[in-house]
C-alpha cells in the first residue's frame, strides 16, 4: 500500500482538489481510498454529488476501510502546526505541499519546508496561469533556488475544476477540451510521482 498525504499552510491552494485527482489516477492502478481529514470534508461532499472512481471515507472510519487498498491519499486539514507536520511525513510515502506561484504564498513554503527538514515531500504549484503567464515557471525557480524538492509538473489554473466539483465527478469526466487539458496535467503528476517511488 502506498500512501499519499496532501497538505497545506493555508486554504485554498487546490488541496483536495489534488487529492482527487491523484485517487483518480491511482484507480486506474489500483484499489484506492481517500481519507477526508479537512475539517470542510470537501472530498466527502465531491463524491456525494456524484461518482468518484474511488471511496471515500471520513477520517473517524478510515481504520475500517483502509485495509486492501492499493493507494490511500489522505486529504488534511491546511495550516498544520511543524509538529503535525512531522508527523504527517512520517506517516505516509510521499507529502505533497500544494502552493499558488504567488509572491505571498513563497515565505509560509519556505517556513513549512525548514519545519519538515528532510522529510520525504515535494512542493506542487496549482493553478497557475496558462501561457502566456511566466508566473509559474518563476515560482518554481525560486523554490528550486530554495532548495526545495518541486514537482516538474504544474497545475494550471481551470474552470473545469469547478464544473467537475458540482458534478461529482473528476474533471476527465466533463467533456469540454479545455477540461482535458487539466487532467493531463495530474495524469503528468502521477506519472511523476510513480517515477519518484520507482527509483525511491
Known sequence: MKIVTVTGYKGGVSKSTTSIHLA?????????????GDP???ALSWSQRGKLP?????????????????????????RPNSDDLKELAKGCDLLILPTTPDVVSLEPMLQTANDLGAANYK????????????EGLAMQQELIENGLPVF?????????FQKAALAGVPIRDIVEARSRTAWHDYEALGKEIMEVWANG
Do not use: C, H, W
Open 152 to 160: 516538474k509538473t504544474m497545475i494550471r489554473r481551470s474552470s473545469g
Open 54 to 78: 474511488f471511496e471515500v471515507a471520513d477520517e473517524r472510519q478510515a481504520m475500517r476501510v483502509i485495509a486492501g487498498n492499493d493507494y490511500v491519499v489522505i486529504d488534511t486539514p491546511a
Open 123 to 134: 512542493t506542487l504549484l496549482t493553478i497557475v496561469p496558462p501561457f502566456p503567464s511566466k
Open 40 to 42: 470542510n470534508r470537501t
Open 24 to 36: 483518480t489516477y491511482f484507480s486506474d492502478r489500483g484499489k484506492t481510498l481517500i481519507v477526508d
